[in-house]
Nanobody, 118 residues
Framework: QVQLVESGGGLVQPGGSLRLSCAASGSIFSINTMGWYRQAPGKEREFIAVITSGGTTTYLESVKGRFTISRDNAKNTVQLQMNNLKPEDTAVYYC????????????WGQGTRVTVSS
């Protein structure tokens, strides 16, 4: 069992920045991927970024150059630095943990809301 808790959401003006954080606890397997997804009202949840335990990253094309995902394996945390935010970035952001080696497990956080508005 893995618990994920997101933090760092809030209200920001277009062009501003926010840094989201996700703390994982519980039965954490060292080889895993952690990522961020978001869901806007009336829209499907979409992938934003993922990072492996080895540090390999993948991003949604529309956030490349603006968002940066990182992790601290010692602290079992993952961050999402969001710069040059746009109104279309408004959504609830969810942290995801996935383990596929020696099993198949996936967990989600409760989400943190990001609102980009002037």
């Amino acid at each position: 069992q893995v618990q994920l808790v997101e933090s760092g959401g809030g209200l920001v003006q277009p062009g501003g920045s926010l840094r989201l954080s996700c703390a994982a606890s519980g039965s954490i397997f060292s080889i895993n991927t952690m990522g961020w997804y978001r869901q806007a009202p009336g829209k499907e949840r979409e992938f934003i970024a993922v990072i492996t335990s080895g540090g390999t990253t993948t991003y949604l094309e529309s956030v490349k150059g603006r968002f940066t995902i990182s992790r601290d394996n010692a602290k079992n945390t993952v961050q999402l630095q969001m710069n040059n935010l746009k109104p279309e970035d408004t959504a609830v952001y969810y942290c995801n943990y996935k383990r596929t080696l020696l099993g198949s497990y996936e967990y989600w956080g409760q989400g943190t809301r990001v609102t980009v508005s002037s």
